[in-house]
């Protein structure tokens, strides 16, 4: 017999009801219930901070690919709602583990499909489930409106050209509340004018980041060039946008949900987005704006609606210009630094068809030689002398030549953190 344990949780907070607690339990359901099943026969599942809105869940997908290929007796869970909250869902895959003839078992509820009663009541508690996580976005969605109705800053690190300033407001019943504001930053908001305006000029996100470099402006948070994507960033976001008429129909058009009325929106104050990031599934990617929740902010923004708009529009029909990363020839490249400024070097052909190639700084790539004149590096070379001292460094049994690119440069970033070549 082959059991499969799946466990979930959305987020990670490392008490309650943890994937390892689960999995835990569920182990021991088996061990009481089924002995005759061995350890070896028990495979296990866990998506560690991912909704169950749906099932595109790594390791749920990945359990029902083996499913095919192990033949599992039964799936076990901790509770219902660790596999699915939505209705559909759930349906569909109860009928899909009936016809493949695999049992369902939740071990808190006490429900398992192989009997009728079983397979009624997990159709309603899965009722209920979906119930209680629609109940629990739309009192989010509730707040999110409460809060964007007052301007206020949430936290997190400003954005550049602005610092959080801490307020005190005297509310009901003679009740002091602290919140944050946006507060302009003149010397780091006149970077982002220039991001502004250098972008207006050439419509060119590289143009802007060369313009930057070669005027040695660099970030105030990281200490170094402002990057590509960095840029990009900045250009699109609308706190930098005034709250006007132009910026009122753009949000309105895209169908965001815009909390005050139109004739609010008379650009004295820049504007506060919510709700830009998919925090359900990590909040590393951005939502469409038809899911952001737009409002009045209380700082000032320096860019009328038209002109962020027109600068959207422009960023909409460019593809993102990405630096060379680590390239699938080089031993150094992304880990060579430049004697001269610092930055990193990367390995550039002479060619297309050629397989010579050397190593250049990413400043005089990006910047030209007016921002670093720092001569290239021959590839070849360079590499050769590296792997003589990598010979020299590792313990007998390690034949560094015979290993292949990356393990090669896994070892050359643990035994030498830095190589810098002027």
């Not at 350890?39 to 359990?63: H, T, W």
């Not at 001269?340 to 190593?359: D, H, L, P, Q, W």
Request: proline share 3%.
């Amino acid at each position: 017999m082959k059991i499969a344990i799946y466990s979930r949780k959305s987020l990670f907070t490392g008490k309650g009801e943890s994937v390892e607690n689960q999995v835990l339990m569920c182990k021991n359901y088996v061990a009481f219930q089924m002995p005759e099943v061995s350890c070896e026969d028990i495979y296990v599942y866990e998506d560690e901070g991912v909704s169950a809105k749906d099932l595109n869940r790594p390791q749920f997908q990945k359990m029902m690919a083996d499913l095919e290929k192990l033949k599992f007796d039964y799936i076990i869970c901790y509770r219902l709602d660790r596999l699915s909250r939505n209705v559909s869902d759930f349906s569909g895959l109860v009928k899909l583990l009936e016809q493949k003839g695999v049992g369902l078992i939740c071990i808190k509820e006490r429900f398992d499909t192989a009997t009728p009663m079983g397979r009624a009541m997990m159709y309603i508690t899965s009722v209920f489930a979906q119930l209680e996580r629609e109940t629990l976005a739309e009192r989010v969605r509730d707040n999110m409106h409460m809060l964007a109705r007052t301007g206020r800053y949430l936290g997190g690190p400003p954005p550049t050209g602005y610092e959080s300033v801490s307020i005190n407001e005297v509310i009901v019943e003679g009740k002091i509340k602290t919140f944050h504001i946006l507060k302009i930053k003149e010397e780091e908001m006149k970077v982002v004018k220039m991001m502004f305006d250098c972008f207006f000029k050439t419509g060119s996100v590289s143009a802007v980041e060369k313009d930057l470099m070669l005027k040695r402006i660099r970030s105030k948070t990281t200490g170094k060039y402002f990057s590509n994507l960095g840029i990009r960033d900045i250009l699109k976001n609308p706190v930098y946008c005034m709250a006007d008429q132009d910026a009122y129909d753009y949000f309105l058009k895209k169908g965001a949900d815009i909390c005050e009325e139109r004739k609010k929106w008379n650009g004295k104050q820049g504007i506060a987005a919510y709700n830009k990031r998919d925090h359900a599934n990590g909040g590393s990617k951005r939502n469409p704006i038809n899911k952001w929740i737009v409002a009045i902010g209380k700082h000032r923004g320096i860019l009328k609606g038209r002109d962020w708009i027109k600068v959207q529009e422009a960023l909409s029909g460019k593809k993102r210009e990405k630096l060379p990363k680590m390239s699938a020839f080089g031993l150094l490249s992304g880990l060579i630094y430049c004697g001269n400024c610092g930055e990193k070097m990367f390995a550039k052909r002479y060619g297309a068809s050629s397989e010579k190639y050397s190593y250049i700084c990413s400043s005089k790539l990006r910047g030209t030689t007016k921002l670093c004149s720092v001569k290239n590096i021959l590839g070849g070379e360079a590499d050769e002398l590296i792997e003589e001292m990598m010979k020299e460094i590792l313990p007998e049994g390690i034949d560094f030549e015979h290993l292949d690119l990356l393990e090669k440069r896994s070892l050359i970033r643990l035994l030498i953190p830095k190589i810098e070549w002027d």
